[in-house]
């Protein structure tokens, strides 16, 4: 047992800790202490220097005297001060280089001329990337006078009124004589008119040689461009004897998923004098639409209907989705209403293979139905079928009345000719407006 005088050895840790813990808090103030001294000393020095540069720029920069703007008036005097324009005052230890005004004379070109004003929202862009504009050719000018409006390989023509058309169309004609064979080649098209919100178009193309076929031939879709390429070639079957009367027609179209297809524009050829002896190609401008009327559409507007076209290749399914229609032809004259339904029959060779129909959508001129219709085909009938839209409306007493119909197939027209090779060349369901016909 240790004795009362005895210090614990826990006191003794305990002063030790203490002892080190005050020698530490004493050395951190002193060196801050030191610190903040010395930061400060550093301070009073550079705000002596500051002022010592001060001081010496002050008195290496030449002094001026404030020129007087007024002549003090005359005893007697009571008219007004007299202005006096002051003489510029330059340092004389800076010398300002000035340029030579010796005038310049020549006769072939002027030295100086007045540049025209640029506004400030006038942006610059480089020559580089601006696209050449076809119209903006001038037809008059000296270096154009050896190509004619029709000439080989590569020629523009020349229009009067430039400005007017909303694009130019570059195609090529081939004949074969042999195969009485005429090839019309889609090459490409020039500064269309925007017809998206995007700026953009989804322009496609419809060919034709009027009036001996009646078939048209129709291009690929080409979306979100004003400049599209087409290349692309659409055979016609024509005489020789019939050639010179036969008009070569390319319809410009913007294709619209979820509306009608608008048509932009028109090029027509005849071939009353064009040489075909060889292979011809050349650029048309494209007429807008309301300069040809027989563009417009000459059947009654008696409604639309929407649906999409899908077809399976590997389980040999074709479906059809109803999706709506719209504006059809009100039954009820009283309530302007109808009580619609649609029935889609398969056709081969003239015979009706299958039919299928939606719901009745009762009391309504706009029917939405999103109803899918399966059909069985096989891959080898399906080029050879076409089908067959009937919006029809129910009557509770009485025989069913037909509002209109839709025709699609490969001998079908128009838009109606456009989704069916669509259908064809796509597995994706493909949805487009149709107007009804009677």
């Known amino acids: 047992m240790a004795a009362s005088g005895d210090i614990p050895t826990y006191m003794i840790v305990t002063y030790v800790l203490l002892s080190l813990v005050l020698v530490l808090l004493i050395a951190c103030i002193f060196y801050c202490i030191c610190r903040r001294r010395k930061t400060s000393g550093w301070y009073e020095h550079q705000d002596v220097d500051d002022y010592n540069i001060t001081q010496s720029l002050k008195a290496a920069s030449p002094k001026r005297r404030s020129p007087s703007f007024r002549k003090p008036p005359r005893s007697g005097d009571m008219s007004p001060p007299e202005l006096v324009t002051p003489e510029p005052i330059e340092p004389k230890d800076f010398i300002i280089p000035r ?3 010796t005038p310049v004379t020549t006769d072939s070109f002027t030295v100086e001329q007045p540049q025209p004003s640029i506004s400030p929202r006038q ?4 020559s580089m990337t601006v696209s050449l504009d076809p119209r903006e050719i001038d037809p008059s000018s000296k270096m154009y006078t050896k190509s004619g409006p029709q000439s080989r390989q590569g020629s523009t023509e020349s229009t009067g009124s430039h400005g007017q058309g909303v694009g130019m169309m570059n195609f090529s004609l081939k004949y074969n004589q042999e195969m009485n064979l005429l090839t019309v080649r889609l090459i490409e098209a020039r500064e269309l008119q925007p017809r998206d919100f995007s700026g953009t178009s989804d322009p496609y193309c419809k060919v034709s040689v009027v009036p001996i076929s009646t078939r048209v031939m129709q291009s690929k879709v080409h979306r979100k461009t004003l400049d599209p390429e087409f290349k692309e070639n659409f ?3 024509v005489t020789e004897a019939d050639l010179r009367h036969q008009i070569v027609k390319i319809e410009l179209y913007d294709f619209d998923q979820f509306s009608r297809d608008e048509c932009i524009g028109l090029v027509t050829l005849p071939l009353t004098n064009i040489d075909l002896s060889d292979k011809l190609e050349l650029w048309k401008e494209i007429k807008p639409v309301e300069e040809r ?4 559409r000459e059947s009654p507007d008696i409604g639309d209907v929407m649906f999409s076209l899908a077809y399976l290749p590997s389980a040999e399914r074709l479906t059809v989705v109803i999706l709506k229609a719209r504006n059809i032809r009100p ?3 009283r309530k302007m209403t109808s009580d619609p339904y649609v029935k889609v029959s398969i056709f081969y060779s003239g015979k009706r293979l299958k039919k299928k129909k939606t719901s009745t959508k009762h009391h309504t001129i ?6 899918a ?3 069985s085909v096989g891959q080898d009938f399906l080029r050879h079928l076409y089908l067959e839209f009937h919006i029809m409306h129910e009557n509770r007493l009485g025989q069913n009345e037909v509002l209109g119909r839709v025709l699609l197939g490969p001998d079908a027209q128009g838009e109606e000719l456009a989704h069916w090779n669509e259908m064809i060349t796509s597995n994706k369901p493909i949805a487009r407006w149709h107007a009804l016909i009677p």
Not at 293 to 296: H, Q
Not at 366 to 371: C, M
């Open 99 to 101: 340029s030579p005004t």
């Open 123 to 126: 942006a610059r862009r480089k």
């Open 235 to 237: 055979v016609f079957e």
């Open 293 to 296: 009327p027989e563009v417009v």
């Open 331 to 333: 039954v009820d004259e």
């Open 366 to 371: 706009n029917p939405v139905f999103n109803e």
């Open 373 to 375: 219709l399966v059909f």
